[in-house]
Nanobody
């Protein structure tokens, strides 16, 4: 499966953005999908994950209550709605997919990765 992340941009503190992860190839509805982010010099950090059906979601403590992950399997797309953005949310955001049935925060367990989209939150 190929993943294409989009929707990043520049936003002020307190603003919102919605990221999209569009998939092609494979049976997208069978994949668990996660979002990760990375800043220069740091390891990739888990943000959120969603089960294949969309019935279960999982968030990092740093974004809980502000970010919402969802998916539309008919459109082969996963979304990350980001509200109340903070400067520390600034990063390149990546979507990833795994054939594992259980959600995981471990980036090494995701087999497929998108190219990343830059989110910049100004103070």
């Amino acid at each position: 499966v190929q993943l294409q992340a989009s929707g990043g941009g520049l936003v002020q503190t307190g603003g919102s953005l919605r990221l999209s992860c569009a998939a092609s190839g494979g049976t997208f509805s069978s994949y668990t999908v996660g979002w990760f982010r990375q800043t220069p010099g740091n390891e990739r950090e888990f943000v959120s994950a969603i089960s294949w059906s969309g019935g279960s979601t999982f968030y990092a403590d740093s974004v809980k209550g502000r970010f919402t992950i969802s998916r539309d399997n008919a459109k082969n797309t996963v979304y990350l709605q980001m509200n109340s953005l903070k400067p520390e949310d600034t990063a390149v955001y990546y979507c990833a997919a795994t054939t594992r049935a259980t959600m995981t925060r471990r980036s090494s367990l995701y087999e497929y990765w998108g190219q990343g989209t830059l989110v910049t939150v100004s103070s």
